[in-house]
């Protein structure tokens, strides 16, 4: 496959992505334990790169885990994986582990991968009709770190699949966070954008999007309940790779006209307008 | 080191430890996914194995993983492992994962490891002087599956150590559920013994110490409150590789006389003859 990356960065090793692999001493295979990050590179030029990277370290401060190299060395191996994978659209994705642990529990010195994969946007179709989504109890464990914990959003693919949705929003008594892999925006009726302040990963999608809509509109991060999901004018979901994706239905519930709405699609010109003026062309 | 073992077996083949890796797609370095279990093999003689196996297809069940082969293959494997390690005493973890996912999220066909490792028994001065323990609020996500997933109990490893513990209890909203690897008895001040009836992993020890404890005592699964652990004549612990050991101090509360206790102690006697019974020797 063409456009399929070739080389991944292993532990210090530049590889090809065929031997990229973990001794099975790894923390992440022994106990799940690690965090990760992810960023898009256009053509040559990673996005945003500075806030990803200072999330990737807040995440591993979280976990008391350390970046077993400065950020040169990091930066450095993210552009020789750009230089030798010569892809024009694709994601880079950071994952730090517990490392190689003696007993299968204490960490050791942390295992840094680095890979570069496709990317693949969302189709227009899904901006054109928007997505259904169902809801679940559920808060993430450590909710300002990214953890590789998915647990819950993965054992959760066949009941998405099942009740004809595209993802899963986590609440708890009543309060809405996050989707596994998304930050949740309402529009209420007056316009006002609302992203849920607790629990949930500060996105640097939902940063900016934050920052756009208050360029037009009232936004704000705020408490949001089920209730105000279900009565919003509008809902939608960010993320790195789908930037903002409209949702129409939520458990049973359509939302405002059932059609993807005029704020949530501004909103997207403009994100696509702020990527561009950072110098990433599609 | 003479007790290494010297061969695990992952994905369907028996390979030297040092060569025994997954490769990064693999959905528990992607994504934590995973489960697993561990039983322990005595001179050739792995004991209460049906329990372990049983369990280990509940977890994967609960996880919607499916072993990859029949349980035949899966005792071939093991015997394999046991007859060429050759150790005398060891514990035997099997951990499945989600595979080599395509696109990092969505399982595929599961990753199946097998590998024997030295076991450490709980040491004499554990057995007379009991251990000191902290809490924290939590439950584990789907309690009643052995996933990999142990982000909180690793994450909460400095500070244990910082308060001079050695594990952590997990309660929500004052009632107590487990440890991060171990299960929870407490002997009440008319000697009814108690463990956690909810939200708690279904430990092979745990039953064993269960019935054991109702042939001498009255004994119950139930609610257990953080106040009935303060207030224990007895507090201990059981796990597959610890067995039964002794908590004589929780957070800053001294447990009875601060001494391992008769009930406790009574209950490991008996839970090793049982061992002895099965067949395990030591």
Request: charged residues 15%.
């Given at each position: 496959m063409q456009s399929n990356p070739n080389f991944a960065y292993v532990r210090g090793q530049v590889l090809p992505l065929e031997q990229a692999t973990l001794h099975i001493s790894d923390l992440s295979i022994q106990r799940g334990y690690g965090v990760f990050d992810y960023f898009r590179v256009f053509h040559g030029k990673p996005v945003f790169l500075d806030d990803y990277l200072e999330r990737f370290h807040a995440s591993a401060a979280a976990m008391n885990?350390?970046?077993?190299?400065?950020d040169s060395v990091l930066r450095e191996a993210i552009d020789e994986l750009i230089r030798r994978n010569n892809l024009p659209l694709s994601g880079m994705k950071m994952i730090l582990t517990g490392g190689y642990s003696e007993n299968g529990y204490d960490p050791a010195e942390a295992s840094l991968i680095i890979q570069q994969q496709p990317l693949i946007l969302p189709g227009p179709e899904m901006l054109e009709q928007g997505i259904n989504v169902i809801t679940h109890e559920y808060v993430r464990e450590v909710p300002r770190a990214k953890t590789i914990n998915y647990t819950m959003g993965i054992r959760l693919i066949g009941e998405i699949r099942r009740r004809g949705a595209s993802d899963v929003l986590y609440q708890q008594n009543g309060v809405v966070s996050e989707f596994p892999r998304c930050n949740l925006f309402i529009v209420k009726q007056d316009n006002t954008v609302v992203t849920p302040a607790d629990n949930v990963l500060l996105g640097v999608t939902r940063k900016n999007v934050l920052a756009l809509a208050g360029k037009k509109y009232k936004a704000a991060e705020g408490t949001v309940t089920l209730e105000d999901v279900y009565g919003a004018k509008e809902v939608f979901l960010t993320s790195t790779t789908k930037r903002i994706v409209p949702i129409v239905q939520v458990d049973e519930r359509v939302i405002g006209n059932g059609k993807p709405g005029e704020v949530t699609l501004s909103l997207l010109q403009d994100l696509v307008q702020l990527e561009e003026e950072k110098g990433a062309r599609m």
């Open positions: 885990l350390e970046v077993p190299v400065p």
